[in-house]
């Protein structure tokens, strides 16, 4: 992705960033802050003597979002544990799965009276099963448990100074791991042989914001930019994007959109929109 995009994209994200209100955190200091939110997302239609075309659909999805974060005077902890798993099933075809991710990331930072603070992070991401294209008639396996699997080690700064609103910037490690599907990590350029792990270094920025647009209505951004350092005018790109609007204490309407450019993945931009109505359970 040229820096043309790339600066496109930054910019909406900024622009959305930027709507928090600007003011200090009120977290508490000295404590460990525990969340645990899971939930499922249902859709179902059912046909029955129906003369006007359709057929039969059912699809789940199983999320949950975990996180462990601490604030003390010095040192600060962030600890996040997110995954999504769903399937669909359309008429007599068999389940097939739609949402399949696992990701981890834990950051510490130390209070050093700067406006920006050093950090340190780790993120895992990885599907949780297999994968699977149906895009012919005979089922192609496209990816699997850390089939691939991307672990990023980043040392840089970070700012988090208002509410709702984060950024870092550092120097990154990634090592990519694979079994089968080793177009994610083969490095032709070396040897003939197609090989099961790469480690890249290069330069990320993690992005995040929240803001509460009612009462009830949570909008979450988060945008994860990669380059290497042999290649700094291409760009790994992924842009999380959720609106969540609660009904009531159990039931919330959603609305996800999932933006990703990578290019061992795929030469074209990705995009993944979920619109769902779901049972949700804060269980502390």
Known sequence: MRFSILHFVIFIFLSLSFNVVAQNDSSKIDQWSPKAVTGIN????????????????????????????????????KNSLKFAFGRTKLGSQDFRTNDNELFIESVISKNIGWAVDPFFSNTIR???????????????????????GYITQSLGFTYD????????????????????????????????????????????????????????????????????????????????????????????ANLSVLVVHELKQSTRTQMKEALQLGISYTIF
């Open 161 to 252: 100074k208002i509410k709702g609103f984060k950024t870092r910037f550092g120097l990154a490690v990634q090592e990519v791991f694979t079994n089968k599907q080793r177009q994610f990590s083969d490095k032709p350029q070396t040897t003939d042989k197609k090989e099961a792990f790469k480690l890249e270094t290069g330069i990320e920025t993690v992005t995040s914001a929240e803001l509460k647009i009612d009462t009830n209505v949570l909008f979450k951004s988060s945008l994860r930019l990669f380059s290497r350092f042999e290649s700094l005018r291409v760009w790994d790109v992924r842009w999380d994007n959720s609106v969540m609007a609660k009904i009531n204490n159990y039931l919330n």
């Open 42 to 77: 249902i859709s179902q239609v059912s046909l029955t003597n129906w003369t006007q075309g359709g057929e039969n659909t059912f699809t789940w999805t199983l999320v949950g979002n975990f996180g462990l974060n601490y604030k003390g005077e010095i040192w600060s902890y």
């Open 126 to 148: 990885s599907p949780i099963t297999t994968g699977f294209s149906y895009k012919t008639k005979t089922p192609t396996r496209i990816a699997d448990f850390f089939d691939p």
